[in-house]
């Protein structure tokens, strides 16, 4: 049974470690993330952007795929089914689908509009059953076409919309999404202390998880980060395995082609990958915590 990210969320922020999201974009992203969460008995949130939903020919086939997968694999662990970064319609569209979490990225909007937007969407997640996550700030680099320069988060906003009810706030503290450049300042650990100040016992997510140094992940994770997105990294773990593969000329061997064995090679180092996320952020054995 998928839950919503509310109480594992809870329970990490008290416990002094993070929940990985990890997003998927096909089956074998799910069954790698599924898998290496049971193993290591952790509990995850299966992250779908508007963009993998689409790709996904929607919502409603994304959340029919998890919970038959979650099923079939007999899954024990807690998972909860997230639309990563989604625009107020997606949220809706995610509801009726049958996610048991939405995120509203109104960061974009003045304010005002995204108080009020943020404001109608916690209404109905709740009334639905769905945890919901906002955000404050930018994100930098692209996501499903839309870019941020990494606008840090204004504290007082991010009280603004903690107060209307969110279960748990995502803010630009320098994070950007895709791949590090040489050049990063690094997380602003100042901006994260003030927004915790001013938010209080809410959990709070760092978007743009691939490439952060392990110190200042575990730095974050003291401050009250208790969610944190990974994407960019299982696709190069992917990418990588898979390139080796075929120019090892291993497709040309028996029926190497077959997709099946094709894709074996990426979806294992995706497995190894999740596995080392989860120990890096500390969920490992949390599942009954």
């Known amino acids: 049974m998928l839950v919503n990210a509310k109480e594992m969320l809870d329970k990490a922020l008290a416990g002094h470690y993070a929940v990985p999201h ?18 290591m008995k952790s509990p995850v949130i299966v992250g779908v952007s508007t963009g993998a939903g689409k790709y996904m020919t929607g919502f409603k086939t994304v959340a029919a795929m998890v919970r038959a997968m979650h099923d079939s694999l007999g899954i024990t662990v807690p998972v909860a089914l997230h ?14 689908a049958g996610f048991t979490s939405i995120m509203f990225d109104g960061s ?19 009334k639905a059953g769905l945890s919901i996550e906002a955000e404050v700030g930018g ?23 903690a107060d209307l009810g969110v279960d748990f706030l995502a803010a630009g503290i320098g994070n950007i999404h895709g791949i590090y450049p040489a050049d990063w300042q690094g997380l602003d650990f100042n901006v994260l202390a ?3 100040k001013e938010i209080g016992e809410l959990p709070m997510v760092l978007h743009g998880g691939t490439g952060i140094p392990e110190d200042q992940i ?45 894709l074996k090679p990426g979806y294992e180092a995706m497995v190894e990958e999740c596995k080392y996320k989860i120990k890096e952020f500390g969920s490992e054995g949390k599942a009954n915590a």
Not at 22 to 39: G, P, Q, R, Y
Not at 84 to 95: K, P, Q, R, S
Not at 222 to 229: C, R
Request: contains cysteine.
């Open 22 to 39: 990890f997003n998927i974009n096909d089956l074998e992203w799910t069954k790698a993330v599924l898998t290496a969460s049971e193993e």
């Open 194 to 196: 003030e927004i915790k």
């Open 108 to 126: 974009h909007f003045d304010i005002d509009e995204n108080v009020a937007k943020t404001k109608e969407l916690v209404a109905a997640a709740h």
């Open 83 to 96: 639309l990563d970064h989604g625009t107020y319609e997606a949220c809706y569209d995610c509801i009726d």
């Open 218 to 262: 575990k730095k974050a994770i003291s401050l009250g980060v208790s969610k944190i997105n990974v994407n960019t990294e299982l696709q190069l773990v992917f990418a990588k395995a898979t390139r080796e593969y075929i120019e090892a000329g291993k497709d040309k061997e028996g029926k190497g082609y077959d997709p099946r064995k094709l």
């Open 139 to 161: 994100i930098g680099g692209t996501e499903d076409g839309v870019t941020s320069a990494g606008e840090k988060a204004d504290p007082k906003q991010c009280k603004m919309i």
